[in-house]
């Protein structure tokens, strides 16, 4: 059974930065970050692949978000940075079926998640 666990949300100010983690079991397969803020749906913020030499943004946080991965610690992260009210969301980290290319943004093609960790980003 996968387990994906994240963390390193918090509560931080309009313009500060928190880097969150997903501490992964099972082989290295390409991952994705989702958020979902209160009363809006879930949506992709970024995806990397097994070796991270591919990478993919979400418009909203490119050149503010970066999403990278340690395999020898099987822990993937998302550093954010330049945060904004509107980044305030759980965060969800998310195994990539292996069916669906890296990258893929949509929820369905992902089987395996986390239970999500809260970031606030206060004005």
């Known amino acids: 059974q996968v387990q994906l666990v994240e963390s390193g949300g918090g509560l931080v100010q309009a313009g500060g930065s928190l880097r969150l983690s997903c501490a992964a079991s099972g082989p290295p397969v390409a991952m994705g970050w989702f958020r979902q803020a209160p009363g809006k749906e879930r949506e992709f913020a970024a995806a990397?692949?097994?070796?991270?030499?591919?990478?993919d943004y979400v418009d909203s946080v490119k050149g503010r978000f970066t999403i990278s991965r340690d395999n020898a610690k099987n822990t993937v992260y998302l550093q954010m940075r330049s945060l904004k009210p509107e980044d305030t969301a759980v965060y969800y980290c998310a195994r990539l079926r292996s069916t669906w290319r890296p990258g893929a943004r949509r929820a369905e093609a992902y089987e395996y998640w986390g239970q999500g960790t809260q970031v606030t980003v206060s004005s």
């Open positions: 990397i692949n097994w070796s991270g030499s591919y990478t």
